[in-house]
């Protein structure tokens, strides 16, 4: 879930859980808060492994970041940050499996 902040909020749930209609505020658990752009997130993109994100908070700046699990919590660390000149836009990224790009 984004925030306005520009944050990424990243829950756990089990899907029985998720989809019990009873009332319970156990339903989602908070497993990490991810920041790094000063605008909201418009676009994201990660590998199938989940192993490498890319991120743009305007069609003309991406960061590509990497995550981990460290107790319980997912974690991400910037590896790289891509800004392009204001006239071009990004269409199209690729992530290769090993996180280069």
């Not at 492994?49 to 699990?69: E, V």
């Amino acid at each position: 879930m984004q925030h306005y902040s520009g944050e990424v909020y990243i829950y756990d749930s089990r899907l029985d859980q998720l989809l019990d209609t009873s009332p319970t505020s156990e339903r989602l658990s908070l497993n990490g808060i991810w920041s790094g752009h000063d605008e909201p997130i418009k676009w994201l993109a990660r590998t199938a492994n989940g192993r490498y994100l890319l991120s743009a908070s305007h069609p003309t700046d991406l960061t590509l970041w990497s995550t981990t699990r460290i107790k319980e919590r997912h974690t991400i660390k910037k590896r790289s940050f891509i800004a392009i000149d204001d006239r071009e836009k990004v269409k199209f990224a690729i992530v290769l499996m090993n996180g280069k790009h």
